[in-house]
């Protein structure tokens, strides 16, 4: 499948009849494994590739190395992948534009861009920005449009909806394909989301959440893991080390080892 039939694929996965339950890897072998799992399509998360490379969340990950992750995940998946972009890594409307054309390359089908706590005008101009980049590409990248009013707590009660509710109505006439609403968490809230915004709703995995099933029946069409994988991976990582420090003792990584991953790779 070559990558506009894929990017259409993506697409088609949030309109269908389940709930796209997408996990959020940091590294080839993450990703590879989450495939293995049976994962429809997969995704990055920002924060957790910058830790994996030493580097806090928040655009300071150096592009050349948000490009190589991807193209390491494409790689070894035939599965869509869908980048965590954070703020496209500049507000230059131009170098956001080459940055969007250089992740298409590297294989991503999609993108997370978020707004943090820039002004919703300025994201809106970067969304159309990438929508315009991804056009010239030829690919029809799915541009996950995240508001961050509730994750920052920006605004509260009604006030925080109102303006989550205005802020996707802005991303979607700029060309957005999804928006992402993280910290959004209560049932009652989630349902008004869904219902309120006409781009398909995407939660973040948070504790508390209702469950899968619950989701959709609310009209969610999206919902990522975020770091939960990568923190679960390395808590195990910590707890096995400290184990192994202390005795020396293969078993301190028995429980948790797995498979040489050489045949994996080797196709």
């Given at each position: 499948?070559?990558?506009?039939?894929?990017?259409?694929?993506?697409?088609?996965?949030?309109?269908?009849?389940?709930?796209?339950?997408?996990?959020?890897?940091?590294?080839?072998?993450?990703?590879?494994?989450?495939?293995?799992?049976?994962?429809?399509?997969v995704a990055t998360s920002s924060a957790a590739v910058a830790?994996?490379?030493?580097?806090?969340?928040?655009?300071?990950?150096?592009m050349e190395k948000v490009i190589t992750t991807v193209a390491?995940?494409?790689?070894?998946?035939d599965l869509p992948v869908t980048c965590d972009f954070e703020?496209?890594?500049?507000?230059?409307?131009?170098?956001?534009?080459?940055?969007?054309?250089?992740?298409?390359?590297?294989?991503?089908?999609?993108?997370?861009?978020?707004?943090?706590?820039?002004?919703?005008?300025?994201?809106?101009?970067?969304?159309?920005?990438?929508?315009?980049?991804?056009?010239?590409?030829?690919?029809?990248?799915?541009?996950?449009?995240?508001?961050?009013?509730?994750?920052?707590?920006?605004?509260?009660?009604?006030?925080?909806?109102?303006?989550?509710?205005?802020?996707?109505?802005?991303?979607?006439?700029?060309?957005?394909?999804?928006?992402?609403?993280?910290?959004?968490?209560?049932?009652?809230?989630?349902?008004?989301?869904?219902?309120?915004?006409?781009?398909?709703?995407?939660?973040?995995?948070?504790?508390?959440?209702?469950?899968?099933?619950?989701?959709?029946?609310?009209?969610?069409?999206?919902?990522?893991?975020?770091?939960?994988?990568?923190?679960?991976?390395?808590?195990?990582?910590?707890?096995?080390?400290?184990?192994?420090?202390?005795?020396?003792?293969?078993?301190?990584?028995?429980?948790?080892?797995?498979?040489?991953?050489?045949?994996?790779?080797?196709?």
């Open positions: 499948m070559d990558q506009k039939n894929t990017a259409q694929a993506f697409e088609a996965l949030h309109h269908g009849p389940e709930i796209l339950i997408l996990p959020n890897a940091w590294d080839a072998a993450s990703a590879a494994l989450m495939a293995d799992a049976g994962a429809k399509a830790w994996a490379h030493g580097y806090p969340d928040g655009d300071a990950l150096p390491e995940i494409a790689r070894v998946t703020g496209g890594y500049t507000d230059d409307l131009e170098v956001l534009a080459d940055n969007i054309v250089r992740v298409i390359e590297a294989g991503a089908v999609g993108v997370n861009l978020e707004d943090g706590g820039r002004d919703p005008e300025l994201h809106a101009r970067k969304i159309a920005a990438a929508r315009a980049a991804a056009e010239r590409a030829g690919v029809p990248l799915f541009i996950n449009a995240r508001t961050d009013v509730y994750l920052r707590g920006l605004a509260e009660g009604e006030a925080a909806f109102a303006e989550t509710v205005r802020r996707a109505a802005l991303y979607a006439e700029a060309g957005a394909s999804g928006i992402f609403t993280p910290g959004a968490k209560d049932e009652g809230l989630i349902g008004r989301l869904a219902e309120a915004i006409r781009l398909p709703l995407n939660i973040m995995l948070l504790p508390g959440l209702p469950p899968a099933a619950r989701l959709r029946a609310l009209g969610v069409r999206r919902l990522s893991s975020a770091t939960a994988p990568f923190r679960l991976a390395y808590a195990s990582l910590a707890k096995g080390v400290a184990a192994y420090l202390q005795t020396g003792e293969a078993g301190a990584f028995a429980s948790e080892a797995l498979p040489n991953l050489n045949q994996r790779f080797s196709a």
